[in-house]
């Protein structure tokens, strides 16, 4: 299915505009960025909203001299190189990008520059870029900075659940950005006293064995790592979690504003306006291989009380002074 921008119809419209009150955009042209996610398309994720904002505040604007081309794979990732083609086909300016399928993908055709918005794991220890100083190639982006973030995830496991001694990571196998994330986190269980029930999924069928799985020998709360097939299954992680009174974390706000218990987590609207930056630097004239993939700037911690409470789970208050977030 194509999807042509974030209006529904706008990305389809002759934007011929002029570019008044456009910051560092001096010429008529129309610029056409698109976009391409794993699972469901960026118009019905916090991404999308934040790009076209953070576009904006460099000059290019939907209506004027911007046209958003939106792809989405829908959890069939094989259908990704002839996503990026028919963009490419489009004659798209920059390609925009979430997780590791489509930025590898990207990589591989390598005849377009392309952003990333995170949920690569590591983009050097992948292949995907030579370093984050200087990427190289096609790529430059926003990491997840994941290493950093698999220690405080657990961490405030514990801290909800002092007796906590075993934590099930429920992620894509077939994902080697989000499986060097696993082992990441590993590492950083190790550090906490923990172990891990490492249950790596490939389709949809494996939730109900890595479900069973989890049944026979039941941890004490779960990690999801996120990517398209774990996302599009999120609300039967819930389901299972709310069945078996089990604390769950989570890596992003947008899952507990959806029901999930807590996350931590780079801010996914930030994430994407810094994106929106480097856009406007490659719209520029600017090389990819020369902008530094970044850091994400902003994190959020968030509690949903209600799942809280469903769950009966008292949360402490020393955990409740630490949330950005608390969802009631």
Known sequence: MKRRDFLRCLGTLPLTIGTSGARGQTSSKVFRVGTLSPGTPMTESVYGPALVRGLAQHGYV??????????????????????????IASRIDVLVVQGFPPALAAKQIGTVPTVVLGGTGDPVATGLIESLARPGGTITGISDVSVQLSPKRLELLKELTPTLKQVAMLWNADDLGMSLRVRESEQAAKALNLSVQALGVREPNDFAAAFAAMIRHMPDSILMVSDSLTLLNRRRVFEFSAA?????????????????????????????????????????????????????????????????????????????????????
């Not at 209506?63 to 028919?86: C, F, K, S, V, Y």
């Not at 520029?284 to 700037?297: I, Q, S």
């Not at 949903?304 to 630490?322: E, F, H």
């Open 244 to 328: 078996h009174r089990l604390p769950a974390i989570y890596e992003f706000e947008s899952l507990v504003r959806d029901g999930g218990l807590m996350s931590y987590g780079p801010d996914q609207g930030g994430s994407a306006e810094r994106g929106a930056a480097l856009v406007g630097h490659i719209l520029r004239g600017a090389n990819p291989a020369e902008l530094p993939f970044e850091n994400p700037t902003r994190f959020t911690f968030a509690i949903n009380l209600k799942t809280a409470t469903s769950l009966g789970i008292t949360v402490p208050p020393a955990l409740l002074v630490q949330a950005d977030v608390l969802i009631e």
């Open 62 to 87: 939907l209506g004027r001299n911007l046209i958003i081309e939106t792809r989405a794979a829908e959890g069939h990732l094989e259908r990704i190189p002839a996503l990026i083609q028919d963009l």
